[in-house]
Nanobody, 113 residues
Framework: QVQLVESGGALVQAGGSLRLSCAASGNIFRVSAMGWYRQAPGHERELVARITNTGMTNYADSVKGRFTISRDNAKNTVYLQMNSLKPEDTAVYYC???????WGQGTQVTVSS
């Protein structure tokens, strides 16, 4: 079965950067879109960024220009590069493989003022 393994969450100061990684097992990664979502306490889970199997990307307005989603099909890994982090970016970030309705375990990102 496909599994998603996330890493990279941390405590970081405002204005700093983090790079989240999500490694997928199995052979479905290459043909699947991937997404990053986040959920803050008291808020619903929201789409942060997505990338298709061909590399087309979409971003939430709140992160546009600051975050970059990318994928390395050779490594079965999707990344979320987060720059110019703001306290409002604080959330648990989840990797998503929509084709299989599969979610990662979540990784905590905390941005201090």
């Amino acid at each position: 079965q496909v599994q998603l393994v996330e890493s990279g969450g941390a405590l970081v100061q405002a204005g700093g950067s983090l790079r989240l990684s999500c490694a997928a097992s199995g052979n479905i990664f290459r043909v699947s879109a991937m997404g990053w979502y986040r959920q803050a306490p008291g808020h619903e889970r929201e789409l942060v960024a997505r990338i298709t199997n061909t590399g087309m990307t979409n971003y939430a307005d709140s992160v546009k220009g600051r975050f970059t989603i990318s994928r390395d099909n050779a490594k079965n890994t999707v990344y979320l590069q987060m720059n110019s982090l703001k306290p409002e970016d604080t959330a648990v970030y989840y990797c998503n493989l929509p084709l299989m309705s599969l979610w990662g375990q979540g990784t905590q990102v905390t941005v201090s003022s």
